[in-house]
């Protein structure tokens, strides 16, 4: 079975530049998450999604940051325009999402490392 | 503000038993407790995850204290490849600490 994809793998922008990363769950995956990793600390939520409605965006930055998932399937993540402090990994997860436990049983992708100078 | 509490850090010898603990004491009844670990440039990987009942597996085995607001993931016979970043999340499974870099020793 597929894991998780995402691209890119890494990206290096200028501050003030935009950016943008894709996701693709495992098929059958209801729920899609991203998180924010920055180095030293542990993965962060910015959204997440059940089909293609959101579930929780509260920490997401929305004046700079937004993300879609278009027929309940794969998802992009956005940033416009790009911080020194958002140098970080981008991780997509996905669940079943069916039902308390599931939910946590996530699938994590590679990630996407970004860099912003 | 995170709900889990692990130790920074933790170092064993190579197949011996290491036990991870993790303390939680906002968990609600329904909440369950996962565990997950990171391996360098890798996203966390599932290892395990229980409600009231100790739980075993091929990776790990996890032992949760009768008032739940503990647990303790179990690894039988540590490996070089069980060198990573051990991360426990309850409540609501959706928030990470800092978790636990284990270091394996040869």
């Known amino acids: 079975e597929a894991g998780v994809a995402q691209s890119p793998r890494y990206k290096i922008i200028e501050k003030r530049q935009s950016v943008a990363f894709w996701c693709n769950p495992i098929?059958?995956?209801?729920?899609l998450y991203w998180y924010q990793q920055i180095l030293g600390q542990g993965p962060k939520l910015l959204i997440q999604?059940?089909?293609?409605?959101?579930?929780?965006d509260s920490q997401l930055p929305k004046d700079r940051f937004s993300a879609e998932r278009l027929k309940g399937v794969d998802s992009t993540l956005k940033i416009q325009p790009a911080k020194l402090e958002d140098s970080a990994v981008y991780l997509c997860a996905s669940s079943l999402g069916r039902g308390l436990e599931s939910f946590g049983e996530q699938y994590f992708g590679p990630g996407t490392r970004l860099t912003v100078t | 503000d995170a709900k889990t509490t692990q130790p920074n850090s933790m170092e064993s010898n190579e197949e011996e038993p290491v036990h991870l603990p993790c303390n939680h004491s906002t968990i609600s009844g329904t909440d369950y407790i996962h565990w997950y670990r990171q391996l360098p440039s890798q996203g966390p990987e599932y290892v395990i995850h229980g409600l009231t009942s100790n739980v075993n597996n091929r990776m790990a085995s996890l032992a949760i204290a009768e008032d739940r607001k503990s647990s303790t993931l179990i690894l039988h016979r540590a490996t070089l490849r069980d060198a990573a970043v051990y991360y426990c999340?309850?409540?609501?499974?959706?928030?990470f600490g800092k978790g636990t870099k284990l270091s394996v020793k040869p």
């Open positions: 999604f059940q089909n293609n409605g959101v579930v929780d």
């Open positions: 098929s059958g995956h209801a729920t």
């Open positions: 999340t309850a409540p609501g499974n959706l928030i």
